[in-house]
């Protein structure tokens, strides 16, 4: 007998998504009637590092800082209805999620509560034993005479899988790659193997165009007149439909906003992505190159064609340190001759800077005219010759001390009473900065582990 | 160039979106309408997108074709000024450059960018 499709859902594809967006995705799932499985994607690339600044100002956070507010609203009814809550809600502390969490199921009355934890990705303490080769081409970064404040493999789906083994209601890990998240209940389901690579493929594809969440049903797509999407405010997530030889339908929830189509699909599946022959994963290689995409109703796009090749030997570690501090300020100047005004409020931070000897990086910027687009030089902000009804000046500086940083955004806030007239709307704001890099290290040292947390366990 | 061709952005025949990884941009151009391929493969090269990221300090374009998806994926070395580590532009991630790059000028026939703007907001 052929084995049932899986229906995926994505409910998050970061720690400040919406956090009601999982309620239509979990009712979907559950009204399908499928086997089923609901992830929510919570760890950009920095957030460990964050996570551990948390961990070590208070041993019961680091894990993800929103993690009831993202799970309370579908709980109840995907324990009730056995469909598997997934996320990398852990962060620095797994575990600390996994407390969390049962104490949530106590306040929403939820009893007999399962969590499984996935664990292993922590190399923090031994990672300058391990000789890890450099990541790719990049500036190699400096571990001696600083402390690694994160170092964590990405682990795969296999351990995700394990855990579901156990008959969780929901499996918390910590670093994982954000396809995993997918990939595994659907290993687990199908019961795909290490060696199947084109299935194994299609899985991480599946996650890879779900991590992202809305990124595949219409949000951060719209451009009025030329692609336009109904009812964003209410857009749904994605849900995938998965047949057992990993050929997939993506949608969304009837009644919700968005749209799914072949253009959102390829937006998404190209995203983040680098050779689309060689997509390299912890549990496979993808090749996306002779994929195909087939509108085959409203808001359903299938994709098939996805290849596989044999998973790489050696496992990706972002390595995170203290990066200094930024400070930054803005102030508008507004009506006749705003563009001049805010061109001299510029000038006069940079000699500023000089003359109080500041020792840092600083890059000034006209917002209104090309900032954004612009590099650190200037260049295309210098030859920019409109005539903006008002323009707002931008300081950021990178330095290595709070204080240095502090001073620029302070000398921002000081043109009020000695800068070009006109000058208002002064905001300013310091932030901790956080180095990462990657390395490689060697599946050898990397040993994830799976453990069942239970109410008689908290 | 012919006289029958239309000089337009590459924003009215195509649509694009950013990602990073570290200081390398990663950025795909999908042609609204199949017809747009043949033309975006021909005038979008690598070495005008280096052109594109040269004042962000860029120091390599490739391009990658997808002809069965029609669509293009390209890699932009070093564009990001440091990344979102490091970057002192608002935008560390590069998210918007997507909008950068389909400000150049490519020249169509009156039919692709007619089968474009058919295909546009549907």
């Known amino acids: 007998m052929a084995i049932e499709n899986m229906h995926i859902g994505g409910a998050a594809a970061f720690a400040d998504d919406r956090l009601d967006v999982g309620i239509p995705v979990a009712n979907a799932l559950i009204d399908s009637g499928k086997p089923a499985a609901l992830f929510y994607e919570n760890l950009a690339e920095r957030t460990l590092a964050l996570a551990h600044r948390e961990l070590r100002k208070d041993p019961l956070k680091g894990y993800t800082p929103d993690l009831a507010g993202f799970v309370s609203p579908v709980l109840r009814r995907c324990v009730e209805n056995g469909v598997p809550v997934i996320g990398n809600f852990g962060a620095a502390n797994p575990m600390g999620a996994a407390k969390r969490l049962h104490e949530l199921a106590k306040e929403l009355g939820v009893k007999g509560l399962r969590v499984a934890v996935v664990e292993g990705d922590d190399l923090r303490d031994v990672i300058r034993d391990l000789g890890a080769e450099q990541w790719g081409d990049e500036v190699p970064i400096d571990l001696s005479n600083t402390e690694v404040l994160a170092a964590n493999a990405y682990l795969g789906a296999e351990p995700i899988a394990d855990a579901l083994d156990l008959e969780p209601h929901i499996v918390v890990t910590g670093r994982v790659t954000d396809s995993a998240l997918a990939l595994g209940p659907l290993m687990q389901h199908f019961g795909w193997q290490v060696g199947d690579w084109d299935k194994m493929a299609a899985g991480v594809l599946v996650g890879h165009l779900l991590e992202c969440g809305g990124q595949v049903t219409g949000g951060y797509f719209a451009d009025p007149g030329f692609k336009d999407v109904a009812n964003l405010a209410n857009l749904g997530f994605p849900i995938a439909e998965v047949e057992a030889d990993g050929s997939f339908v993506i949608t969304k929830p009837d009644g919700t906003g968005g749209v799914v189509n072949e253009q959102t699909v390829k937006e998404q599946i190209l995203y983040e992505l680098d050779d689309p022959s060689n997509y390299l994963t912890p549990d496979v290689i993808l090749d996306i190159s002779e994929v195909e995409l087939q509108q085959i109703g409203p808001d359903r796009v299938r994709v098939s064609g996805v290849k596989g090749k044999p998973a790489p030997d050696t496992l990706k570690v972002t390595v995170s340190i203290d990066g200094g501090w930024l400070g930054e300020g803005e102030i508008s100047y507004a009506g006749p001759n705003a563009l001049a005004r805010a061109r001299l409020a510029a000038e006069i931070l940079r000699q500023r800077v000089d003359l109080l000897h500041l020792d840092c990086d600083l890059r000034t910027d006209l917002i209104g005219t090309v900032s954004i687009h612009d590099g650190d030089s200037g260049e295309l902000t210098k030859s920019y010759d409109g005539e903006p009804l008002e323009v707002r000046v931008r300081a950021a500086a990178n330095a290595n001390d709070e204080a240095t940083a502090w001073t620029v955004a302070r000398e921002v806030q000081a043109l009020y009473c000695n800068g070009p007239a006109g000058g208002g709307g002064v905001r300013r704001n310091i932030t901790e900065r956080v180095k990462t890099g990657s390395v490689l290290v060697s599946r050898r040292d990397v040993m994830p582990r799976v453990s069942m947390v239970t109410e008689d366990d908290v | ?122």
């Open chain 2, 1 to 122: 160039m012919s006289k029958s061709l239309i000089e337009v952005s590459l924003h009215e025949i195509a649509h694009g979106r950013t990602g990073d990884k570290g200081d390398r941009l990663l950025l795909s151009v999908i042609p609204y309408d199949e017809t747009g391929y043949a033309p975006i493969a021909e005038q979008v090269t690598e070495s005008r997108m280096f052109e594109m990221f040269r004042h962000r300090g860029a120091t390599e374009a490739r391009r990658y074709e997808l002809p069965k998806l029609y669509a293009f994926n390209f890699v932009i070395e070093n564009a990001l000024q440091g990344g979102v580590n490091n970057s002192l532009n608002l935008d560390g991630h590069g998210k918007t450059l997507s909008f950068l790059a389909l400000t150049m000028k490519v020249c169509v026939s009156p039919g692709v960018l007619a089968a474009a703007m058919k295909a546009r907001s549907t």
